[in-house]
């Protein structure tokens, strides 16, 4: 049975996972660097070493990567200033160990596929709604890059023309509607402009408003809270529906820190919010809750390695 490393390179820590028989038997853990390529190289090499013996590599980093194995940028890792060949330095770090690099959410869609609530599904969407949106596509089994490795960004896809400002410097962006940091900043106004809410909490007024602390508002049925999920709700329906429209996708995964905490009712919420989008609004398809947590990732990974070493 063959022993492979599964890696998911995150903006704090970077997990390294030692798969066998798609289950993972060993963990490690690093704090990411972010001195640029060199340090994140060496962290993932140590990690996998710590692992033992491996047969080959699969990296999840956020940003587009080229199926060369370039990562072009990353949003949440400094020091990537220019097109890196992460995967050929990590290689060489393992004494030529075959290494496979691709994009952290469409590696979690594919982990998702393999092993967890998309298992059967051949075209595959995974959503994924933390501090910002991800999205990853697995398409007639196998994972969906595009061109130039910027496939699955479903996060910056224009959801209202000249809305919000987005971190990714445009506007309108989904991320900036149905991401945890684009609500904040939406939830931080409207209490400047005198809007009560519990989600800014006396005395805590700085710190970050994590994804339990939405549940909790939304539940007690705070007025700005329940406005701005309504917003994502709506946001998500509208972009996810055209999405289906696009791909015909039969399953959408939901994943992330705000799944998490609100569930399936969230899933329902934004299928029924898709149905005055979507062109076969009857067609059978599955919305439900990603089943892996942060194991989707590594063993994403450890499942693209494997595909690398056979092709």
């Given at each position: 049975?063959a022993a492979?490393?599964?890696?998911?390179?995150?903006?704090?820590n970077?997990?390294?996972?030692r798969v066998e028989?798609?289950?993972?038997?060993?963990r490690?853990?690093?704090?990411?660097?972010?001195?640029?390529?060199?340090?994140?190289?060496?962290?993932?090499?140590?990690?996998?070493?710590?692992?033992?013996?491996?047969?080959?590599?699969?990296v999840?980093?956020?940003?587009?990567?080229?199926?060369?194995?370039?990562?072009?940028?990353?949003?949440?890792?400094?020091?990537?200033?220019e097109?890196?060949?992460?995967?050929?330095?990590?290689?060489?770090?393992?004494g030529?160990?075959?290494?496979?690099?691709g994009?952290?959410?469409?590696?979690?869609?594919?982990?998702?596929?393999r092993?967890?609530?998309?298992?059967?599904?051949r075209?595959?969407l995974?959503?994924?709604?933390?501090?910002?949106v991800?999205?990853?596509?697995?398409l007639d089994?196998?994972?969906y890059?595009?061109?130039?490795?910027?496939?699955?960004?479903?996060?910056?896809?224009?959801?209202v023309?000249?809305?919000?400002?987005?971190s990714?410097?445009?506007?309108?962006?989904?991320?900036?509607?149905a991401?945890?940091?684009?609500?904040?900043?939406a939830?931080?106004l409207?209490?400047?402009?005198?809007?009560?809410?519990r989600?800014?909490?006396?005395?805590?007024a700085?710190?970050?408003?994590?994804?339990?602390?939405w549940?909790?508002?939304v539940?007690?049925?705070?007025?700005?809270?329940?406005?701005?999920?309504?917003?994502?709700?709506?946001?998500?329906?509208?972009?996810?529906g055209?999405?289906i429209?696009l791909?015909?996708?039969?399953?959408?995964?939901?994943?992330?820190?705000?799944?998490?905490?609100?569930?399936?009712?969230?899933?329902?919420?934004?299928?029924?919010?898709?149905?005055?989008?979507?062109?076969?609004?009857?067609?059978?398809?599955?919305?439900?809750?990603?089943?892996?947590?942060?194991?989707?990732?590594?063993?994403?990974a450890a499942?693209?390695?494997?595909?690398?070493?056979?092709?």
């Amino acid at each position: 049975m063959a022993a492979v490393a599964g890696v998911d390179v995150g903006g704090t820590n970077i997990t390294a996972a030692r798969v066998e028989g798609g289950a993972v038997t060993l963990r490690e853990k690093r704090a990411t660097p972010h001195t640029g390529p060199d340090a994140v190289r060496d962290a993932i090499a140590e990690a996998v070493r710590a692992l033992g013996e491996v047969d080959a590599v699969g990296v999840g980093v956020p940003g587009p990567v080229g199926r060369d194995g370039v990562v072009h940028s990353t949003a949440n890792i400094g020091g990537f200033d220019e097109p890196t060949p992460i995967g050929s330095m990590i290689s060489d770090a393992l004494g030529g160990l075959p290494v496979g690099v691709g994009n952290d959410a469409n590696l979690g869609a594919l982990g998702e596929v393999r092993h967890g609530a998309g298992q059967g599904s051949r075209f595959l969407l995974a959503v994924w709604l933390g501090t910002g949106v991800g999205g990853g596509l697995v398409l007639d089994g196998q994972p969906y890059i595009g061109a130039f490795g910027g496939a699955g960004e479903v996060g910056h896809m224009v959801a209202v023309p000249g809305g919000a400002e987005c971190s990714c410097g445009r506007r309108g962006c989904l991320e900036a509607y149905a991401g945890r940091s684009g609500m904040e900043r939406a939830a931080r106004l409207a209490a400047a402009n005198g809007e009560e809410t519990r989600l800014i909490k006396a005395g805590k007024a700085d710190q970050p408003i994590k994804s339990g602390r939405w549940a909790k508002a939304v539940a007690k049925g705070d007025p700005v809270a329940t406005r701005l999920l309504d917003d994502a709700v709506r946001a998500l329906g509208h972009t996810l529906g055209s999405l289906i429209n696009l791909l015909d996708v039969d399953t959408i995964v939901f994943g992330g820190g705000l799944t998490e905490k609100l569930g399936q009712p969230l899933i329902d919420r934004i299928a029924e919010a898709t149905h005055p989008v979507v062109m076969l609004p009857h067609r059978r398809r599955s919305m439900v809750e990603a089943a892996l947590g942060d194991d989707a990732g590594v063993l994403g990974a450890a499942e693209y390695a494997l595909s690398q070493r056979r092709g």
